[in-house]
């Protein structure tokens, strides 16, 4: 299984961008797809987070300013990322519970990051 973002990109304050990660490989089902972030010098923090199902939550530092979504006949998750700030600046990580085949446990993978910089 491996998890494939988009790549990020450059944005001024106030701008907005959208990141996207697919899955692909022997995928049974994906309970949730996070998204996490690491800013220079800090640890990686939480973001996001969408279930099968469709519910949602996130981090206070972005709510209401981002949104994440999945399309699970196509095994993605998106981030949409408005009213940037310098201090959204950081490496962008999806991540998701993979179950391979019915009644195997489920696996933490990881995207590969991309980098998103908010700067004038």
């Known amino acids: 299984v491996q998890l494939q973002a988009c790549e990020g990109g450059l944005v001024q304050p106030g701008g907005s961008l959208r990141l996207s990660c697919a899955a692909s490989?022997?995928?049974?089902?994906?309970?949730?797809m996070r998204w996490y972030r690491q800013a220079p010098g800090k640890q990686r923090e939480w973001v996001a987070a969408i279930t099968s199902g469709g519910s949602t939550n996130y981090a206070d530092s972005v709510k209401g300013r981002f949104t994440i979504s999945r399309d699970n006949a196509k095994n993605m998750v998106v981030l949409q990322m408005n009213n940037l700030k310098p201090e959204d600046t950081a490496v962008y990580y999806c991540?998701?519970?993979?179950?391979?085949?019915?009644?195997?446990?489920?696996?933490?993978?990881w995207g590969q990051g991309t980098q998103v910089t908010v700067s004038s």
């Open positions: 490989g022997t995928i049974f089902n994906i309970n949730f």
């Open positions: 991540n998701a519970e993979i179950r391979r085949y019915r009644g195997e446990s489920l696996y933490s993978y």
